[in-house]
């Protein structure tokens, strides 16, 4: 058993945090032997429980749950930042060029041990992430991501027309390939699978009922995808499924719509559209700073929790423009006040912060329900992924933070002004990262 002396930060529901200001974070390991929260509170009324026990004090730091990213593609770390005329063309442009380099798996290993370290340092400790449709691309990224000891997921890419040689694969193979992918590496420690068709008009209706009677083969396999990003592409999507009620409808007439399944930007959305997500128990993966970037519209907030439907953050690199949550948090705040095109709206600062923890590992199902593992926060039984926050990290925070009268306004210097700098140390399953940092 370890513990830890510092402010922790917690969550009780999507609107409310918990803060201890001296508080008290005992991890050991569970039945599974997976190392876990035994305790957490009140460092003067926990210590007494746990005599000789080694603690270590962080005077002046927060310990808080990882982050969870919804929605990031690893081969896209070397498209940030790349300029473009909106979504269809930076595909062309950028993103299918890089991502044919993926074949070669010495290649893809060297990208995607950057992306996970990159991550990180950003306090990350668990995504939902897109590979290529190079099998080996996904190998890569499961390998590195097992020997750093994370929950992570990801899949092979599904692409079978309207793609360039190089990254379009063919339907038959895709879907042999992808079940092959399932056997070799979904529940193998704590990694997990995701079928992932890039988005509809991308596969044929062949490759996305084959997708789909895999999702129901698996039901424990995620599924992850694209949705109603950009009014081109929803014209381009209606105009090859003109048989489904929507672009989002298309998802679910090919069985790709379940818990479990995770859909980057639903920005335009009719309430028939909402009503389908809430009745599946799909989740909306909210990639703001990648919407802004690409100037593709803004995620009604409203709308979402009028209906009542799952959502967490992402960033969408490389169409999203930083790994940091911080900078994601913000730009989801920017989003929720636009009020032209839909209702604007303040989210409260814990309410951005649930969404990148424990409100997109509710979205992943990974929140303890029914037995499965519970991560995004750090109340007893969650998994000991966490980070250590230093609200001192640059001079303007350490001024604005020492101001701070509540919890919101502490939380919302940290989004507004923070970066991987406020990051310290980032533990996974437990340890920190990376181990020769440990002290
Ligand atoms: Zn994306």
Excluded at 55 to 82: E, K, M, N, W, Y
Excluded at 182 to 207: C, K, M, N
Excluded at 257 to 281: P, Q
Excluded at 418 to 432: C, L, P, Y
């Amino acid at each position: 058993m370890k513990a830890y002396r510092a402010a922790i930060l917690r969550f009780a529901d999507d609107r409310t945090a918990l803060y201890e200001e001296d508080g008290l974070l005992v991890i050991g390991p569970d039945a599974q032997g997976q190392p876990v929260v035994r305790a957490v509170g009140p460092y003067r009324e926990l210590v007494d429980r746990f005599p000789g026990l080694s603690i270590t004090h962080f005077p002046g730091r927060i310990l808080a749950p990882g982050f969870v990213d919804l929605h990031i593609h690893c081969p896209q770390t070397d498209v940030i930042g790349s300029p473009a005329e909106g979504l269809l063309p930076w595909l062309e442009n950028y993103t299918f060029p890089h991502e044919s380099r993926f074949h070669d798996g010495e290649y893809a290993t060297e990208v995607a041990s950057f992306f996970l370290d990159e991550l990180l340092r950003h306090g990350v400790t668990t995504a939902l992430a897109f590979a290529t449709s190079h099998p080996s691309s996904v190998d890569a990224l499961f390998q590195q991501a097992q020997q750093r000891r994370l929950r992570f997921i990801t899949g092979k890419v599904l692409q079978d027309r309207f793609s360039p040689d190089g990254v379009r694969d063919q339907t038959e193979q895709s879907l042999i390939d992808t079940e092959a992918l399932i056997q070799r590496w979904h529940g193998v420690d704590r990694l997990g699978y995701a079928i992932t068709p890039r988005f509809a008009p991308t596969s044929t209706p062949e490759q996305l009922r084959g997708a789909g009677e895999l999702a129901a083969r698996y039901p424990q396999v995620w599924v992850q995808s694209h949705v109603a990003e950009n009014l081109a592409e929803i014209a381009w999507a209606r105009e090859l499924f003109p048989q489904s009620r929507s672009y989002l409808a298309t998802y679910a007439d090919f069985g790709l719509m379940r818990d479990r399944s995770v859909y980057a930007h639903c920005i335009h959305f009719d309430d028939d559209d909402r009503a389908l997500m809430r009745e599946t128990g799909a989740a909306a993966a909210v990639s703001p700073t990648s919407n802004l970037f690409l100037g593709s519209g803004f995620f009604d907030y409203q709308g979402a929790d009028r209906v009542g439907y799952r959502y967490g953050l992402a960033s969408d690199v490389g169409g999203g423009t930083s790994f940091s949550p911080f900078h994601t948090m913000l730009a989801a705040y920017y989003v929720g006040r636009e009020g032209q095109t839909k209702p604007g709206l303040s989210l409260s600062p814990q309410h951005l912060w649930w969404q990148h923890t424990a409100g997109a590992a509710a979205a992943l199902g990974l929140a303890g329900e029914q037995g499965a593992p519970s991560i995004g926060n750090l109340n007893p039984g969650c998994e000991a992924d966490f980070v250590l926050l230093n609200p001192q990290a640059t001079p303007l925070l350490a001024r604005k933070t020492a101001q701070a009268r509540n919890l919101d306004e502490l939380l919302f210097s940290l989004i507004v002004l923070g970066d991987d700098r406020v990051i310290e140390r980032t533990a996974v399953a437990g340890q920190w990262w990376p181990a020769q940092a440990a002290g």
